[in-house]
């Protein structure tokens, strides 16, 4: 999920000492269940992550992601505004924060930076 606040930065998590790529952030995020409905699955992964009700968007990007030679996924960033619930970080991260897409920490996943660098580029392209 893409999340922007009113000033455009965007809520990543930081990813916590357990979690694969410890101490580095990513837009929230996580796997669908077999049964489930990938925006089913994309709500109840953000708000498990974050504590935090969306109202899901658009579709902003579908991405092939590399990061794990064991296992090939697909990743798809939809944008949503929150709705509902309490900022907690949970499940694989460990804080929350806002930042603004050309002033990120850094990342745990490359795709994450792609993101990123579109969501740049579209703000570039509408000033």
């Known amino acids: 999920m893409i999340v ?4 455009g ?3 990543l998590g ?16 996580g ?15 953000f708000y498990e992550e974050t ?3 969306v109202e899901l968007g658009d579709v ?3 991405l092939s992601n590399f990061h794990n030679p064991e296992t090939h996924t697909v990743g798809i960033w939809f944008q949503a505004e929150i709705i509902g ?9 460990a804080e929350l924060g806002w930042f603004l897409p050309d002033n990120r920490p850094p990342l ?20």
């Open 51 to 53: 504590g935090l009700l």
């Open 108 to 127: 745990a996943f490359p795709t994450d930076q792609t993101v990123l660098d579109m969501i740049v580029m579209q703000l570039a392209a509408t000033e």
């Open 60 to 62: 902003f990007t579908v």
């Open 14 to 29: 930081r990813r916590e000492k357990n979690a694969s790529y410890p101490g580095l952030w990513c837009i929230p995020c």
């Open 85 to 93: 619930g309490v900022a907690k970080a949970g499940d694989d991260l």
């Open 9 to 11: 930065a965007v809520l």
């Open 4 to 7: 922007q606040n009113s000033c």
């Open 31 to 45: 796997y669908v269940e077999y049964d489930e409905d990938v925006r089913q699955a994309a709500c109840r992964e």
